[in-house]
């Protein structure tokens, strides 16, 4: 009955986004619809087209239990606001207690309806109960954060048939929604919304740093109002421990108030609740900022944003630039150069500037340029002063200046590991310019942080992990360690959440909650951090061949397509400015670089390890 149900499903909704596009069209119209065929592409409806909009069907007279259950799993998809359709499936009592925000289940394909086996459960009689089947992909909780799940789904569905009036009508049914992931991916749209590092500010400007927390909206339901009150009610629970809001405690949106769109000098405006009364200049600076870089996320087209007073008084605006001024944020901050190991395992540089296959690459000043130490990975500082590089033998990490005057000194950090693959892993920087690296000796395997580059190197604690770090990569916000894992030879990617606390005026660093970001690899070659949430990760899924594919931290995956096919990949370099070009170090053709809407292009044959900064 499963797949009748999705064919079902899928010619309803065929006809429902047939009518509703057709209404669109302000002139000619539709002369007829369609009412059968082949409709698979039904469910691949272009995510951008926000004008043709999805209404199930109310149920109809003297319908069948089991269209009931059918009818109401096809309201689940709609782009009804409230779930008002879905609603009339359900008596007075179920609807009220139904709570259809609280979680959305993403199941591989739609859910599958089974009829319960017992007596009781035939259409005969004044009751019947369904089971709904499925193999679970992701779930989305009340807060709107994604989180990948496996296993199978089963959950009942009760029914009853209405004395008077005969019609069946659902009296019991699980909270929340349940679909298929093509239509999860039609219906709901990652956004990231935006706060601040808790305890971080940038080491080169003293700005407070912004981070990225991403949510899933449903794409055709007011997105812009659903994103805001999602931003003022706070961070989601994994990121909460590490980020700061500066909207006050309370902060809503003014009562009443929905449908948020930008005027046409392209600017929002939003008028907020009286908790928000009494703020500081500064402060409301702030607040428009979180809101500007989150709105600009879901809609590039918003210039500015300016907060209203619950009486409707002017308390603030901020635009683009007053915003950058106002907090530090990856992503808008482009590299001047790209760095790699040339033939001589020497520090070279090229600037990012232009997409000709010209290296220009020079030895960058200091001792990594000259060649004083020959290196095998290297790590530059977010502001492009200091360097980080592990010897070649992998064995000793140096910290060293960028200057021509810059001295080499003696390693901060060695590895007592018996062979290079059991030593050191390439190092990463943070905005607040603290340095990471992980000593993958299997007698004593340790992520280490060096505060500022120079300090002591601290011991840092995650009491969640299960195998062994082999790649570390820090978020530029401070707060997030992308870390591959090996455990019985299979490699995962991990993001855990970063905390710092002092005792005896000793720092005390630990990595939290490490989620995967990968599910389903048993192989990640590579990776980087490619935006203030997306990761690009070379890898391969159990059976399958090497790919590169983007991944958000949550373990969901970005829209848009996935780099094209590159083979041999050993590392791979991305920047958070997505304007820049990604690069790869191939086993074949050496450094090579994809262009945005190219082709990967050779850089130069002899060179490793390339890098941003980061």
Known sequence: MGADREGSARRRLARAVAYAACGAVLLGGCASMPDSGDLRDVESTPRQDTQVRVFAMPPQQDASSTEIVQGFLEALTSDDPNYDTARKYLTKAAAKTWQPESQATVLANGPSIQTDPRPAGREGTSSITYTLQGSRVATVDAQQAYAPADGSYRRSVHLTRDAKSGQWRIDSLPQGVVMGRSDFQRNYTSVDKYYFASDTSAAETGQPVAVADPVFVRSRVDPTTQLVRSLLKGPTTWLGPVVRSSFPTGTALKKGVSGLVPDDQNRLTVPL?????????????EMATQLLFTLRNLTPTVDSVALQSVNGAHMCDVDEEQAEATAWRASTKRPDYLYFLDGKHRLVRMTTAGTGTSTGAVAVPGPFGAGTKPLRSVAVARDERTAAGVSSDGRALYVTSLASDGSLGGAVLTSHGATEDDRLTAPSWDARGDLWVADRDPAKPQLYMLAQGVGQPVAVQIPELDGRIKDVRVAADGVRIALVVEKDDKQSLLVGRIERTKSDDQQEVSVLEPRSATPGSEEVTAMSW????????????????????????????????APAALTGVLAIAASEDDRVALVADSQDDGIVRLPSGDQWQKVVKDGSAPVYPG
């Open 273 to 285: 609740n009286v908790k928000a009364s009494r703020i500081g200049s500064a402060k409301c600076g």
């Open 530 to 561: 490619a935006g203030d949430s997306r990761l690009v990760v070379v890898g391969r899924e159990q059976g399958g061949v090497q790919q590169t594919r983007y991944v958000q931290v949550d373990g969901s995956t970005p829209d848009g397509p």
